[in-house]
């Protein structure tokens, strides 16, 4: 499939499932989440448990991702085609540049890292006039400024991040269990309960309550 072909089939994904005219603050109708950089699908988990439409986008295809998918570069994704469908965009671009920033003990003069990825992913939000919570590592802060907010080492930016601390069950400390996974695709995978939390807040936003939630 040519990307353009992808691109639209992607439109059709969600066209198939939304309807604008009803997919308004109040409606019964299911809000939508675009996860770009999706990978083994942890922002997706969340969503979808919180009753959330969700389309992935990564330029690998994962077989366990749990909701549609489209195989996409983001730097090549057009936003003209999700106009006016989506209600909020994910994104964890990759980590492994910023990593070496935050390991001077490794990596005592890392090359400066390519910021081409994580400003496409808060571009596409722009440009479709929606919140963005983009996740990272700590390292990150160092090309970009603050986390508005960190869970664990997953670290978030953007206008759509919520205020964790009041709703988040736990301690934040607990993500470190995530390094004894061998995968990296599942070491990097968004925790649960941060995904939950994030869906949550977005549902609340937007005056959503899915049928016996
Ligand atoms: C940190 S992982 C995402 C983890 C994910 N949030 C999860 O919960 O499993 C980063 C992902 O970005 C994808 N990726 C890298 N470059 C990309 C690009 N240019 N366009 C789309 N996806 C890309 C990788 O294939 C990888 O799956």
Known sequence: ????????????????????????????????????????????????????????????????????????????????????????????????????????GLFPSPPKPSLELVNACFRFARSLGVPIVLENVRGLQRMIGDAVQHYGSFYLWG????????????????????WCHRSATLRARIPFELAYTVAQFHSNRLSYSPEGF
């Open 1 to 104: 499939m040519t990307p353009a072909a992808n691109s639209s089939a992607a439109g059709t994904v969600l066209h198939s499932r939304v309807n604008p005219s009803t997919n308004r603050p109040g409606s019964m109708c299911p809000p939508v989440v675009i996860d770009l950089c999706c990978g083994r699908g942890g922002w997706a988990e969340g969503f979808l448990r919180a009753g959330w439409i969700v389309l992935g986008v990564d330029i690998r295809k994962f077989k366990d991702y749990p909701a549609p998918m489209i195989v996409r570069n983001v730097l090549e994704i057009d936003p003209r085609d999700y106009a006016g469908l989506v209600d909020l965009v994910v994104a964890s671009p990759v980590c492994t540049e910023f990593s070496k920033l935050d390991s001077p």
């Open 159 to 178: 206008d759509g991040v919520p205020p964790l601390k009041p709703y988040m069950p736990g301690r934040a400390g607990r993500t470190k269990l995530k």
